[in-house]
């Protein structure tokens, strides 16, 4: 279980929406939601991809 997770801090730092990371990280809205409450546990690559979206090492957005 990740104890860290700083998606939704960074999207808001980034001035994203739901809905525009979905797009750019090609994910359903759905996701972006269940991966901020803690619900869901992104892939390697989704982490990855937002990663390099928010230009930070996988691991200041998720950690255990």
Do not use: H, W
Not at 31 to 48: A, D, F
Not at 50 to 62: H, I, Q, W, Y
Request: aromatic fraction near 8%; proline fraction near 2%; glycine fraction near 4%.
């Amino acid at each position: 279980m990740l104890s860290k997770n700083r998606l939704k801090e960074m999207r808001e730092k980034g001035k994203f929406t739901q809905e525009r990371l979905a797009d750019l990280t090609e994910v359903s809205r759905q996701t972006i939601i269940s991966i901020e409450s803690g619900k869901y546990v992104p892939s390697l690559e989704l982490s990855l991809k937002f990663a390099k979206l928010f230009k930070c090492k996988v691991e200041d957005l998720f950690g255990i």
